[in-house]
């Protein structure tokens, strides 16, 4: 089944520039523009509004570029039943996984699904949850591995891996930093209110992480006062050891922090999220997906932060 043509549309849309896209395409820029002219004079009607920075969708191009990714995800479909009627060991796999902890995890993961399946191509997409959601619905992604509460869940399927908890932390030489730990226990609690005026760094509001931070500070009743927001919860760990200000983290960051700079703390609500591994409701999941799921759940299923 040759799409070529439907590819060449779908990235102009995507980049909003012809320029762009044929870079993306490795295919000249004058090849790319007489695919588009073609498939215009066919349908008898242009598909972009044209100016020097900025190429969008006209009414029909909307109506073609959101068949076309419909097209494309029944093509992928179909390639990969027939390829499961076979083997099941040919074929591609698009997995997403967020910034940081995601793709450590799939460069884990994928030493051993390789063993079972080397001559899959896998194709890694890296990106924020609400995006990856977004590709997973348009059918440009197989599975999508994502951290979230269940207030950021949608209609598609999510299978639990693991529950993390989410922790405070704050400059080791902050007046709370040497509170001792119960005996026991890898950390001490500490109540948010306490540190109600003091600077935190937080995740941006794009992210599924922001959701459940803004959820901690409401419930204790403070707002809390943003000094920095990022996408990156290494930056989070680079101004906190600056002793610039506090932050919230995932348990998957908070263990591997020296002690001797950053102070950890349950808080003590115990707030947790859950890693999960979400794939398309009524869509196909083929064998080599159905592999990769179960790696995760190998070598991940018995993470927990929880004591």
């Known amino acids: 089944m040759d799409t070529r043509q439907i590819e060449y549309i779908l990235q102009i849309a995507e980049e909003n520039n012809i320029t762009h896209a044929a870079a993306k395409l490795f295919i000249t820029q004058s090849a790319l523009n007489q695919q588009l002219i073609k498939l215009e004079n066919e349908l008898g009607t242009p598909l972009f509004h044209r100016s020097r920075t900025n190429w969008h969708l006209t009414e029909a191009g909307k109506v073609y570029v959101e068949n076309a990714k419909e097209m494309m995800r029944i093509k992928r479909e179909t390639y990969q039943k027939i390829h499961d009627l076979s083997d099941g060991r040919h074929g591609t796999l698009a997995l997403g996984f967020t910034a940081g902890r995601g793709i450590n995890m799939f460069t884990q993961a994928y030493a051993v699904f390789h063993q079972r399946f080397p001559n899959i191509t896998v194709r890694p997409l890296e990106g924020i949850v609400r995006n990856l959601q977004k590709h997973l619905g348009q059918g440009e992604l197989d599975v999508a591995f994502l951290t979230l509460v269940d207030s950021d869940r949608n209609e598609d399927i999510y299978e639990n891996i693991f529950e993390e908890e989410l922790f405070v932390v704050i400059p080791r030489h902050h007046p709370l930093g040497s509170r001792p730990i119960p005996s026991g226990w890898q950390y001490a609690s500490l109540d948010i209110r306490e ?5 935190f760094v937080l995740m941006d509001k794009s992210s599924t ?7 901690i500070f409401s419930e204790a009743g403070i707002t809390p006062q943003v000094l920095f927001e990022t996408g990156n919860n290494l930056t989070i760990i680079s101004m906190i050891r600056a002793r610039l200000c506090c932050g919230i983290l995932p348990y998957y960051y908070v263990k591997d922090l020296d002690p001797e700079e950053i102070a950890s703390f349950h808080l003590t609500t115990r707030p947790t999220w859950h890693f999960t591994a979400c794939y398309k ?3 196909y999941l083929s064998r080599p997906a159905r592999s990769f799921i179960d790696v995760v759940k190998e070598q991940w ?3 927990s932060s929880i004591n």
Do not use: A, I
């Open 301 to 303: 299923g018995g993470y």
């Open 281 to 283: 409701k009524g869509g």
């Open 209 to 215: 992480m922001r959701s459940m931070v803004n959820r």
């Open 195 to 199: 540190l109600r005026y003091e600077p």
